[in-house]
């Protein structure tokens, strides 16, 4: 009967020893290549197992980039050593850079589909503005509103605001996540904001504030999409002027008219959690205008004295 069994091999252990530790290789990774234990693999370096299936020698001298012959055990001291071939075994790949291009492959492919996964930012993902009135008085309270648009839905954003030290912000809608008079600065960690997100907060200058000074106010709105940290500086529309006029008043001319009544009236509207003090501001329009105390620091409904005929 045919026997199909590889004929064997006599192996020289130091050799493949000497050789794999010459290329750096592990007994790990030659007994995945050649399809064996790593105690088999030792058992050949010790020359436990003096012979090997001539199939298990070829995989291992091609484990080891090798010819087959300079595994061989020598018949004779005399004989002539057969030469090292640094390449692989003819017509074959090495096994060893097969592996690392196979795992090249696999790591391009995963940063490649996280980046199509991933769909690239806008260059312009956030926008806004800050509202700020034309005036405020010593001690007197000033709204301050922001307005900041996505062009993603976003899962968070936080929002920095900064203003003069010895200011207070009183009043906030939705309140600061985190709040520091002293040093003049707030934020805001605000969790699946809308696209067009909303803040409006009160600030109240120092009693002592001279008039003729201006505020500008600044701050960025921060968002990390897909990972990626995208900072927005918010501009402002407006310079905060110390006046002895109210910040309803627009056109400081020390009456509020109409037009102002009712800008105020969709400011009040759309934030129903801040005090305006719609009552005071109602009183000014309904009067010829009105007057600022710089005693007592509030402002006061005035109306014009029409005199008698004579």
């Known amino acids: 009967m045919k026997s199909f069994s590889s004929p064997s091999v006599s192996i020289d252990g130091e050799v493949i020893r000497r050789i794999r530790e010459e290329g750096r290789l592990t007994q790990l990774y030659v007994s995945k290549v050649v399809g064996v234990t790593t105690d088999t693999v030792s058992r050949w370096e010790n020359n436990r197992y003096p012979t090997m299936r001539r199939d298990n020698a070829l995989r291992l001298a091609e484990a080891l980039e090798v010819d087959l012959a300079s595994i061989l055990y020598k018949l004779s001291d ?3 050593e057969p030469a090292l071939k640094a390449t692989s075994v003819p017509g074959r790949k090495s096994y060893r850079l097969y592996y690392l291009l196979a795992l090249l492959v696999f790591v391009l492919a995963g940063i490649v589909f996280t980046y199509l996964r991933r769909a690239p930012l806008p260059a312009n993902l956030l926008s806004g503005h800050r509202r700020v009135p ?6 007197a309270r000033v709204p301050i509103q922001l307005e900041i648009n996505s062009k993603k839905k976003l899962k968070g954003l936080i929002v920095r605001e900064e203003f003069p030290p010895g200011w207070n912000l009183v009043e906030a809608d939705p309140p600061p996540t985190s709040l520091d008079n002293l040093h003049g600065n707030a934020r805001w960690m605000i969790r699946n904001p809308s696209q067009q997100q909303k803040i409006v907060y009160v600030l109240q200058p120092p009693e002592n ?7 500008r106010l600044q701050g960025e709105v921060v968002a990390n999409p897909d990972g990626q940290r995208f900072a927005y500086k918010v501009p402002s529309k407006g310079v905060l002027k110390i006046a002895p006029l109210h910040w309803a008043d627009m056109d400081g001319n020390s009456k509020i008219d109409d037009l102002e009544i009712l800008e105020v009236s969709d400011m009040v509207d759309a934030s129903e959690k801040i005090h305006y003090d719609w009552d005071l501001i109602e009183k000014m329009w309904d009067a010829d205008g009105y ?3 710089q005693k007592k620091k509030i402002f006061e409904p005035r109306t014009l004295v029409v005199p008698a005929d004579k």
Do not use: M
Request: no cysteine; proline share 5%.
């Open 291 to 293: 007057l600022f105390d």
């Open 134 to 139: 034309a005036y405020t008085a010593p001690g």
């Open 209 to 215: 504030i001279q008039f003729g000074r201006e505020v």
């Open 78 to 80: 005399t004989a002539e």
